[in-house]
């Protein structure tokens, strides 16, 4: 993604900086990792092909001074809800253009799903592909949700998004 869309991207995530609750992000977060934005697109997994998934970060630390939320979005072709919830993010961590973050889900509408994922872990990683589209792992697309994952683990980044973008500093 190039420069001037992902300083767009971070000008949104500032205008959403209530939902997302970035107004966390403060001259103290700055000096760890940190991980904004917002992306997605169409899935291209056998049950859930075509349907449209976001994920939006505002995270910022580094291992065992993290902080920040998360919000995940995933809707059927016809725009029906699969599930959405957002939480709180527990740790960063980060190696140049590649980021490991978990947390714990704080609200959750998951009509799709019988299980309740309220207090879960989850795991994320994104890479920032800075002429291309970034790409995101998240941990229950390997496991479900039964069970929650360790601090600052999480998949490889195996979705590349076609929509939106991240910032990894």
Same mark, same amino acid.
């Given at each position: 993604?190039? %420069?001037?869309?992902?300083?767009?991207?971070?000008?949104?995530?500032a205008?959403?900086?209530g $939902? %997302?609750?970035a $107004?966390?992000?403060t001259?103290?977060?700055?000096?760890?990792s940190?991980?904004?934005?917002s992306?997605?697109?169409?899935?291209?997994f !056998?049950?859930?092909?075509? *349907? !449209?998934?976001?994920?939006?970060?505002?995270? +910022?630390?580094? !291992?065992?001074?993290? &902080?920040?939320?998360?919000h995940?979005?995933?809707? $059927?072709?016809?725009g029906? %809800?699969?599930?959405?919830?957002e939480?709180?993010?527990d740790?960063? &961590?980060?190696?140049g253009?590649?980021a490991? %973050?978990?947390?714990?889900? *704080?609200?959750?509408?998951?009509?799709?799903?019988p299980?309740n994922?309220?207090?879960?872990?989850?795991?994320f990683?994104?890479?920032?592909?800075?002429?291309?589209?970034d790409?995101?792992?998240? &941990?229950?697309?390997?496991?479900?949700f *039964?069970?929650?994952?360790?601090?600052?683990?999480?998949?490889? !980044? +195996?979705? *590349?998004t &076609? $929509?939106?973008?991240y910032?990894?500093?």
């Amino acid at each position: 993604m190039k %420069l001037k869309a992902k300083i767009a991207a971070v000008a949104v995530l500032a205008v959403a900086a209530g $939902t %997302l609750g970035a $107004t966390q992000a403060t001259a103290t977060q700055a000096a760890g990792s940190a991980v904004i934005g917002s992306a997605g697109g169409p899935l291209t997994f !056998p049950a859930y092909e075509g *349907e !449209p998934v976001r994920f939006d970060f505002a995270a +910022f630390g580094e !291992p065992g001074k993290s &902080s920040g939320r998360f919000h995940v979005n995933h809707l $059927t072709k016809d725009g029906k %809800l699969v599930a959405d919830f957002e939480g709180k993010v527990d740790c960063v &961590s980060r190696d140049g253009d590649l980021a490991v %973050l978990t947390g714990v889900i *704080e609200r959750a509408d998951i009509p799709a799903f019988p299980v309740n994922v309220v207090g879960r872990r989850v795991g994320f990683s994104v890479r920032d592909v800075p002429r291309g589209h970034d790409r995101i792992g998240w &941990s229950w697309g390997y496991g479900g949700f *039964e069970q929650d994952v360790l601090p600052c683990t999480g998949p490889v !980044p +195996f979705f *590349e998004t &076609s $929509t939106g973008g991240y910032l990894v500093r």
